[in-house]
């Protein structure tokens, strides 16, 4: 069994945004597990906060896509959510 563990810094003016991407495949190459987690990381303490989490496979690549397209927009609806 292989297991992937992807991780995209997105950084910020006031902080960045983390996003980890985990992929666990079984021997013939069939996914088994996928889990997109999205945090908040403060510049001063470097602490993680997570915003959001997806089963949804591809879902990591749809919230960096949506960070750079709408920046602080973005994180102020994660942050509510």
Do not use: W
């Not at 992937?4 to 902080?15: A, D, H, R, S």
């Not at 983390?18 to 079984?26: C, P």
């Not at 996928?34 to 949804?56: E, G, M, N």
Request: net charge positive; aromatic share 8%.
């Amino acid at each position: 069994m292989d297991m992937q563990v992807k991780t995209t810094t997105i950084p910020g003016l006031t902080y960045s945004v983390q996003v980890e991407e985990v992929n666990h495949l079984d021997p013939m190459g069939g996914l088994i597990c996928y889990l997109a987690s999205l945090y908040r990381i403060d510049p001063k303490t470097s602490a993680r906060t997570l915003l959001r989490r997806s089963r949804i496979p591809g879902a990591a690549v749809d919230m960096q896509r949506e960070f750079a397209r709408d920046g602080i927009q973005a994180f102020r609806r994660y942050q509510s959510a």
